[in-house]
């Protein structure tokens, strides 16, 4: 079978179904013919993301670390859960790290326990952050088999880690099919701008405001930007691909794009002419350059990204345009942030 044939009637249950991500994977499952439960409590997700009338798709505006919300959405009987909702990301979780521990701590082990009691579960499929996992003077491009990060450098790092180690633990005791997808810096359609959200997405809302790009260090600092069809593709080969279960994967393109390089293409696509201001580094970005290794996903799960990034760039661009209402109506950066200056 193949495995996009697999999904077909399947009822799956995606957590963080109204993000970026997970917003993208909701209909991709639609077009396959699932059946979808998504719960998501919309503190960093946006319900006008997920398409409209749609019988296949079960909204639960609802916390992860509620019982009551839980029950709900495992009372539909998901057979795959996709696991995104998380307390996003690295300064949010430096700001309120007790929340952080809270969603991506407490809430993924129940949503574990949920699934160990109702029993039914033939994937969990965890989003790990493979930004997160590996240690700031590991040798690139990172690969699976490197052991974790000891020192860390945010709350975020520390319960996307603790998250990976819950699913080991209910792979090992209680039989639950657990994979681990290490997200590296996902961009495309879908994510809506604000404080604590993705460079992509703020230099596109700047630069479309006619404000100046800030750049947090010298620019030459490299990422491995990922587009989001891709992940959803990699996402799903793990919810099927038996060989998935007990691993971990980079979900990555495998190569790096300079942030000075990012900053001066949005400003070329969206015809800004503020420029670029550069600020100090954040202390906790302690990682100037980011490579994965996806070799063990292409070869395990067929894992096939796109590496054209201009043209990506350029899609998002274009969707930010014909969401642009929306989009300025969602973006948040908070009373007295200046959206130039984050």
């Known amino acids: 079978m193949d495995y996009q044939e697999y999904f077909k009637g399947k009822r799956v249950l995606v957590t963080g179904g109204a993000g970026a991500v997970g917003s993208n994977l909701v209909r991709r499952l639609l077009d396959l013919g699932s059946f979808v439960i998504v719960i998501d409590n919309l503190s960093s997700g946006h319900s006008w993301l ?47 790290p007790e929340h952080d521990l809270n969603t991506n701590g407490l809430g993924t082990l129940k949503l574990l326990e949920y699934s160990r009691i109702y029993g039914k579960i033939e994937r969990f499929v965890y989003a790990s952050s493979g930004c997160s996992i590996y240690p700031s003077d590991a040798p690139m491009p990172y690969k699976e088999d490197l052991p974790p990060a000891v020192w860390l450098s945010s709350p975020y790092q520390i319960t996307k880690m603790l998250g990976e180690l819950y699913g080991n633990y209910y792979l090992k005791m209680y039989g639950i099919p657990f994979a681990k997808a290490r997200f590296f810096n996902s961009f495309g359609p879908g994510e809506v701008p604000g404080q604590y959200r993705n460079v992509i997405p703020n230099f596109i809302y700047w630069a479309m405001l006619g404000k100046p790009l800030p750049i947090t260090g010298t620019g030459e600092e490299t990422r491995d930007f990922t587009y989001v069809g891709d992940i959803v593709d990699g996402l799903l080969r793990m919810g099927y691909m038996k060989e998935a279960v007990g691993e971990a994967f980079n979900l990555a393109a495998g190569r790096e794009v300079k942030i000075r390089y990012l900053a001066e293409k949005v400003n070329e696509l969206t015809e800004n002419n503020a420029g670029i201001i550069f600020k100090e580094r954040r202390k906790w970005d302690t990682k100037p350059t980011m490579l994965a290794s996806n070799e063990k996903a292409k070869s395990i799960l067929g894992f096939s990204p796109d590496l054209y990034f201009d043209r990506r760039l350029m899609e998002t661009v274009e969707w930010f345009r014909n969401n642009w209402d929306k989009i300025k109506m969602s973006a948040e950066f908070g009373p007295g942030v200046s959206s130039a200056v984050r």
């Open 50 to 96: 997920l398409p409209e009338d749609t019988p296949n798709l079960l909204f639960i505006r609802g916390d992860i670390t509620s019982d009551i919300d839980l029950k709900r959405a495992f009372n539909e009987e998901p057979e795959v859960v996709f696991h995104l909702a998380a307390f996003f990301a690295n300064q949010n979780s430096v700001d309120y």
